[in-house]
């Protein structure tokens, strides 16, 4: 089955304690891409990769790394996480550029 | 600048009844356009997506969608809402050759029985 799938699905942690969210597709995708999403803004672009080694920042990318060593794994890294990064992230990924996003289930962050 | 306007927080429909959900957008170039639902605890769904062609799009779940460039919309139609259709909707808005989407804040509709 064609999926996104991303871990934890939630996590409740502290302020500067560094968190990875793994992402993965099964779809030989190249794009993939990080969104946070937030109470009355929508789904915001934190970083993009357009294929293995090439990566750039969306509209968000305060306080995060992403790394793209292979081209199904897309993870997110938050080296000192805050409150303010407190939100639902979404791992998506496409095909090619002129294609829709896949999505994953999410994963909630609380950051106390 | 790009945006989107979705300009109903929360629309509440009864089952069987038609729905219309509305979303304008603003986009310097000629703009993809898509329908994304989510249920709770899910990722979202791709309903449809307009590219060219014909404006008017058909997706799944049967919705709906037209394109008006005039208008600057992409409002999506259901001409008879389930219950299983409560969930949360997003319009999105791209470009040919970008990898970014740009979402509204979303639309949440509640079916009363």
């Known amino acids: 089955e064609a999926q996104v799938t991303q871990n934890p699905r939630y996590l409740i942690t502290v302020t500067g304690k560094k968190l990875t969210v793994t992402c993965s597709q099964n779809?030989?995708?190249?794009?993939m891409s990080w969104y946070r999403q937030d109470p009355g803004l929508g789904l915001r672009q934190i970083y993009y990769?357009?294929?293995?080694?090439?990566?750039d920042k969306g509209d968000v990318p305060e306080g995060y790394k992403v790394s793209r060593k292979e081209k199904r794994n897309f993870p997110l890294i938050l080296e000192s996480p805050s409150p303010n990064q407190t939100s639902l992230y979404f791992c998506?990924?496409?095909?090619?550029?002129?294609?829709?996003?896949?999505f994953g289930d999410g994963t909630r962050l609380s950051i106390l | 600048a790009q945006s989107v306007t979705q300009p109903d927080i929360h629309i509440t429909v009864s089952e069987g009844a038609s729905l219309e959900l509305r979303c304008n957008y603003s986009?310097?170039?000629?703009?993809?356009l898509f329908w994304y639902v989510q249920s709770p605890g899910q990722g979202l769904q791709l309903l449809l997506k307009?590219?060219?062609?014909?404006?008017l799009v058909q997706g799944i779940k049967g919705f709906e969608a037209e394109f008006k460039r005039s208008q600057s919309s992409f409002n999506l139609r259901k001409p008879s809402v389930h219950w299983s259709d409560a969930a949360e909707y997003f319009c999105?808005?791209?470009?040919?050759?970008?990898?970014?989407?740009?979402f509204g804040t979303g639309t949440r509709l509640t079916v009363i029985p």
């Open positions: 998506a990924s496409k095909r090619d550029l002129n294609q829709p996003q896949h």
């Open positions: 779809m030989n995708h190249e794009y």
């Open positions: 990769s357009m294929n293995v080694e090439v990566t």
């Open positions: 986009y310097g170039a000629t703009p993809y």
């Open positions: 307009y590219f060219s062609g014909d404006t």
């Open positions: 999105a808005v791209g470009a040919a050759g970008a990898n970014n989407l740009f």
